[in-house]
C-alpha cells in the first residue's frame, strides 16, 4: 500500500480490490469498478442502477407514514377552500422545501401563505407565538417543512385554536410524538419506507408527488426538482440511493430552469446553466441562500425562490450577495476568536463560544473547528440566559444520540449524527460540556487522533482517459457519500508554476506526464519553488473557465518528487 507525505497531510492508497469483487463488475473498466466497490456497490444490478441513477432509486410515496392521511387532509383544505401554511426552517434545506411546497400547493390549487421564523428572535421549529399570528390570518392548516416532529406544545396550542397540522420533518422522532393531524417521517416506528436520509426538501418533494401526481402525472415536477436538488446538496445528506436520483434529476431540470429567482442567482454566481454542477451549488448557491437567515431573515431567499418578478428577484440577489460577503468576514473573524479560546491539549470534544458570536455563524464555526483538529465540536453564542449551540461532528461521534443522552440540561435540541444544535441555560452549560467531553471520550478513545486522507487508487493519468473517463462522468454528482474520486500519481514533469489569487495563495500548474500534458490547480496551498517533479493527489474535473470546457487535475495535495515515474 502507497504513503505520500504531502504539504497537508499524510495519504495513504486504499487497498486494491480483490480480483473476484473486479470480475462481478466485468462490464465496467477495472478502475471504476474498484471505486464502485469501495462505495458498497458489489454486483452489476447495483452498479448499473447507481451509474444510471435508475428510477427504480425513487421511492413510492405512499410508503411513507401518514402520506394518506396528509394528502386527504390537504385536499380537504382545497374543497373548503381554507388558507393553509407552510412553515419551514431557515436554512437553505427549510427555505428550499418551504419554496418548493408553496409551488406544489399553488400549482394544487390552495390559498397558500408561508412563514420562516427568525433564527434568533424564534429560533427553530413551530412555536406558539408563530400559531397565533397564522391564526390571526385566518389558516386553518399548517404543513410544516424540516421541522415540527419535536414541536408537541405549539402543534397542542395550534390544535386548541382549532388549527390541524401536517408535519414533515427528517429529523429523528422521540417517544413522544405531537397531536398533529399527520406526521411523514420516516424515522417513525412503522414507517414502511426504505430510504431514510431523505432532507427535508425532500420530504416535500415526496409529499408533493402523492399528492400532485395522480392528477398532473409526469408534469407534477415542473419547477419542484431542482429545488429539491439544491437543498439536498446544502444540507450535506449522503448523494446515495433516492438522493442521488433527486440530484441527479434536479440538475437536468436547473440546466433548463425557468425560475427567475434561480436565473437570476446563477447570473450573480457566473454560472451558466450548463455548467451547474453539485460543487458549484454546494459553493456558490447553497451559501448565497443560506446567508440570509444567517445574518437577517431567511424570507429574502424564499422571497428569491418564489418570486416571477426580474427586477425584484435582481434586487433580492444583490441583498443575498451582500449578506454572503458579510457571512464570510464574520465567520472568519468569529473562528480566529474561537482558536484562542482552544487548550493546548486538544480535548475528544471542541466547546468554544461567547456572548459576542453571532448565532448564524457558529455552526461554520464548529464546521471549520472539527474539520481542522478531527474532534467534535460545538460552538455556541448567548442570548441573555439562554445559550445558543450549533455542533458538528468527525466519524465516530453521533451528536443527535449525544444531545439526546443530555436532554436533562437541555431547553430544545435536535439534529442528525454530523450536525445538531440545542439551547440550554448559561448555568448549565459547564456541566453539559463536561457531560460531552465524557461521552466523546467513552466513543472516540481519549484525545482526537490525525487520520491519514485516503487515496482511492494510485494510476498514472493516462488510465483516467477513454471509456474510464466517460465511465467517471457518469458516477456523478459528487459528494457527501459519493465523493469525487482521489487519484495519486507519481513523478509528473512540471513545465510551468505561477500563483494566484489577492493573497497569493493559490498555484496553477502545466504538467507533463505519460506524454500529455495537464492542467493543474492547488486551492488554499503554498507552491515550493523550484521543484521539478511532483507527486500529486487529485480528483478529475472539467473547467470552463474562459471558454471551452477542458481538463483539470485539482490537487488536494503534492509532495517534490526525486525523478520522474516512467509510463507502464
Sequence with gaps: MGVLEGQQRRWRVAPETSPSAIAALSHLPPLIAHLLVRRGITTADQANEFMEAADSLFEDPRTLPDVDRATARI?????????????????????????????????????????????????????????????????????????????????????????????????????NLPNAAAIINPHAEHSRYAFDHLTGVGMTLKLSQALLEPEFGERWTEGLMELAAIGTITDMAPLLGENRYIVHRGLKHLAKTSSTGLLALLRAARTELAHVTAETIGFTIGPRLNAAGRLDHADIALDLLTTNDRARAETLVVELDGYNAQRRELTESTQAIARQQLPAQIP???????????????????????????????????????IMA??????????????????????????????????????????????????????????????????????????????????????????????????????????????????????????????????????????????????IVYTLDIDHWNGSPRLRLTLRDYAPSAQPRLAL
Excluded at 89 to 99: E, K, M, N
Excluded at 457 to 471: D, I, K, S, W, Y
Design 75 to 175: 385536499k380537504a383544505a382545497r374543497d373548503r377552500g381554507e388558507t393553509v401554511a407552510v412553515y419551514g426552517d431557515f436554512d437553505a434545506d427549510g427555505v428550499t422545501g418551504t419554496a418548493l411546497m408553496v409551488k406544489a400547493f399553488r400549482h394544487y390549487g390552495l390559498n397558500v401563505i408561508s412563514y420562516i421564523p427568525h433564527r434568533v428572535r424564534e429560533g427553530h421549529g413551530l412555536n406558539v407565538g408563530a400559531v397565533d399570528s397564522l391564526r390571526e390570518q385566518g389558516v386553518k392548516l399548517i404543513v410544516t417543512v424540516d421541522c415540527g416532529v419535536t414541536d408537541i406544545a405549539a402543534i397542542q396550542h395550534a390544535s386548541d385554536h382549532g388549527i390541524d397540522t401536517v408535519v414533515t420533518d427528517h429529523h429523528l422522532v422521540a417517544e
Design 348 to 386: 475528544p470534544l471542541i466547546a468554544v463560544g461567547s456572548p459576542e458570536f453571532n448565532p448564524g455563524v457558529v455552526g461554520l464555526v464548529a464546521g471549520k473547528l472539527a474539520e481542522e483538529f478531527g474532534a467534535p465540536a460545538l460552538c455556541y453564542a448567548q442570548d441573555g440566559d439562554t
Design 390 to 535: 450549533s455542533c458538528r461532528s468527525t466519524p465516530g461521534f453521533h451528536w443527535a444520540d449525544a444531545l439526546t443522552a443530555c436532554e436533562d440540561l437541555l431547553l430544545r435540541h435536535g439534529g442528525h449524527a454530523q450536525a445538531a444544535g440545542f439551547a440550554c441555560k448559561a448555568g448549565d452549560l459547564p456541566v453539559l460540556i463536561e457531560r460531552l467531553q465524557a461521552i466523546a471520550a467513552e466513543q472516540l478513545g481519549g484525545s482526537p487522533k490525525v487520520v491519514d486522507g485516503v487515496v482511492d487508487a494510485e494510476v498514472q493519468l493516462a488510465e483516467l482517459m477513454g471509456p474510464t473517463f466517460q465511465a467517471l462522468r457518469k458516477m456523478e454528482p459528487f459528494g457527501i457519500g459519493n465523493p469525487s474520486p482521489l487519484f495519486l500519481t507519481r513523478g509528473a514533469e512540471v513545465r510551468d508554476a505561477r500563483t494566484m489569487g489577492a493573497a497569493r495563495n493559490h498555484f496553477r500548474l502545466t504538467l507533463v506526464a505519460g506524454g500529455a500534458t495537464w492542467d493543474a490547480v492547488g486551492f488554499r496551498q503554498e507552491w515550493i519553488d523550484g521543484t521539478r517533479y511532483v507527486d
